[in-house]
Each structure stands twice: as structure tokens, then as C-alpha cells.
Nanobody, 124 residues
Framework: QVQLVESGGGSVQAGSSLTLSCVVV?????????LAWFRQAPGKEREWVGN????????YYAASIKGRWTISQDSAKKTMYLQLNRLRPEDTAMYFC????????????????WGQGTQVTVFS
């Protein structure tokens, strides 16, 4: 298992942008693992936002954020990023990154390690 550390959250006005980072604290990072972003708004269930598969170039997104946000990675730094553009008040949530074995990366149950989360608050 790995340790994950998120950062980059904040309180911003609607329409603004933020970049979240997730650092994988591990001596090495195997390929073909799911590395994902989830979010949980107050009073709501945690939901998958999107993911990469380590060692591959593609990224995958939930329909609710597709086209607005971008997930990228820097393999040398063992860091995944989430670029949040055109933020809306309904994007207010705690954002988590998670690591797990590839068995359907949108499925929360496959994740073995979670970060502590970083709060994003969007005001109108």
C-alpha cells in the first residue's frame, strides 16, 4: 500500500480555478494501478470524479465534470493533479485521492489507500 497526501484546496469565487495535487509517498509506484480523485459534499455520498491508470497516458472523468476539469500526472514526481476550472458552488466538497488495484477504477470499493482530503469551497 501507499500513502497519499493531497494539497491545493481553498475557498474561491465561482468561476475561478484551482489545482489540487496528490503526492504518492512510496519508494516506488507500480504501473497498472488506479489513482483517482473522489469528492464528498456535506450530507452526500462520496463520488468518483476521475482517474488515471499509472503508467498510461489516458485519464477518465465523471460526466458531471467532464470538459471542465483535467487530471494529469508527473510520474517522476509521483504526483497526480486535478485542474478544476469554472468552479461552481455545487463543487464545494472535500476532495480525496485514492490508490487501488485496477478492477474498475470508478468503483470506490477497489481502493486500498486514501489521502486525508483537501477542502474546496466555492462561493457565489
Amino acid at each position: 500500500q501507499v500513502q497519499l497526501v493531497e494539497s491545493g484546496g481553498g475557498s474561491v469565487q465561482a468561476g475561478s480555478s484551482l489545482t489540487l495535487s496528490c503526492v504518492v509517498v512510496s519508494p516506488y509506484l507500480d504501473d497498472e494501478k488506479c489513482l483517482a480523485w473522489f469528492r464528498q459534499a456535506p450530507g452526500k455520498e462520496r463520488e468518483w470524479v476521475g482517474n488515471i491508470i499509472t503508467g498510461r497516458q489516458n485519464s477518465y472523468y465523471a460526466a458531471s465534470i467532464k470538459g471542465r476539469w483535467t487530471i494529469s500526472q508527473d510520474s517522476a514526481k509521483k504526483t497526480m493533479y486535478l485542474q478544476l476550472n469554472r468552479l461552481r458552488p455545487e463543487d464545494t466538497a472535500m476532495y480525496f485521492c485514492a490508490w487501488g488495484y485496477n478492477g474498475g477504477c470508478e468503483r470506490e470499493e477497489i481502493y486500498k489507500s486514501w489521502g486525508q482530503g483537501t477542502q474546496v469551497t466555492v462561493f457565489s
